[in-house]
């Protein structure tokens, strides 16, 4: 089946840069809004509207406070202390933001000794707007597991109330509420190098005001694993932590765009190109060719969605296109390209 649509090239670029970002109700959500760039403060509430639901100090980081952009010394230097709450490279590790100049970072799991044996850190928020009652949203963001951690979890979750959890801003530990979302007990988070998405449908009790995010498992209860790689030494990295850092927080009514969600199975080359382009993308069907009027100038079906699938591309004029590719539910892969 052939999709067949009139629509200018500007709007279409605006509507794909900003449509999930226009419902986004998660203010600051990528924390690139601060308050002050001071390379030894970098608690979150420095970061507002978020802030920590308890007595516990989740981070943020930013590469304002950065003074030499160096290339990351871990595993070489594993104590990583000349940036504190720097991006790239921080006390904790070193990490590029998923998007723009900053994310936060926190403890889900810390059993320390005596008082600190069930230390849990919270990001929490206030919403934009309530949840609507009975309306489904997606609720997604991204982490990443500090170069430093010597454990991975998978206590990540997500706590949805209408109301401030003021009872518990005095602790420092587990709140012990249950919480809306969970992830997977078995999917654990160690991917240190990349961004890791965890991602929910949500149907809203109704009046939802506050997010919070964390883990509300006691750290006896906690599931861990081991996440220091074997040819790496265990010297300088924090006794049995769990360390992430998060970005892009979202809760909307946009489920994850194809670009966050089959990018990694979606080829188009050469790019730019000229007399043929190639698409290749498990589960593509058809696709389309605009041109910087919006015009469609070519279009047509991908047979062989497993391979590659070569597109005569002689008789379109040098210049700058979109090529829309079509999966089914409607999910399309956008992505603009050059003929010379």
């Known amino acids: 089946m052939i999709y067949r649509f009139s629509i200018s090239l500007v709007f279409l670029l605006v509507v794909c840069s900003l449509r999930a970002q226009v419902d986004n109700l998660v203010p600051n959500s990528s924390f690139e809004e601060r308050d002050e760039c001071d390379p030894n403060y970098g608690e979150l509430d420095d970061a507002p509207p978020w802030f920590s639901a308890t007595m516990a100090t989740p981070d943020v980081y930013h590469r304002c406070t950065v003074v030499l952009d ?132 949500y149907v809203a009790q109704g009046g939802e005001r506050y997010l919070y995010i964390g883990n509300f498992i006691p750290n006896s209860e906690t599931p861990t694993i081991n996440a220091i790689p074997s040819d790496v030494i265990d010297e300088n990295h924090f006794d049995d932590d769990a360390y992430y850092y998060i970005d892009d927080v979202y809760i909307g009514q946009t489920p994850v765009s194809v670009s966050e969600d089959i990018v990694e199975r979606v080829r188009v080359f050469p790019n730019p190109f000229q007399s043929s382009l190639t698409v290749n993308g498990f589960g593509a069907e058809t696709f389309q060719i605009y041109d910087a009027k919006g015009v469609v100038v070519l279009e047509g079906d991908l047979i062989n969605s497993k391979f590659d699938n070569r597109i005569n591309t002689a008789n379109l004029d040098v210049g700058f296109y979109l090529i829309v590719i079509y999966f089914e539910n409607n999910v399309e892969y956008i992505e603009r390209i050059l003929k010379w």
């Not at 109301?163 to 518990?168: A, K, T, V």
């Open 70 to 201: 160096d290339d990351c010394p871990y595993p070489e230097n594993q104590t990583l202390d000349p940036w504190l709450f720097g991006v790239p490279v921080s006390a904790f590790g070193c990490q590029e933001p998923r998007s723009g100049d900053g994310y936060a970072g926190f403890l889900p799991y810390s059993p320390g000794p005596q008082a600190w044996n069930d230390w849990s850190e919270y990001l929490a928020v206030e919403l934009q707007d309530v949840l609507n009652e009975g309306e489904v949203y997606y609720i997604r963001f991204y982490l990443s597991l500090a170069e430093r951690s010597s454990k991975a979890t998978s206590a990540i979750q997500v706590l949805l109330v209408d109301s401030l959890l003021s009872q518990y801003s005095g602790l420092n530990s587990t709140i012990p509420v249950a919480a809306s979302l969970s992830n997977t007990p078995s999917n654990f988070i160690d991917e240190k190098d990349d961004w890791t998405l965890l991602q929910w449908e």
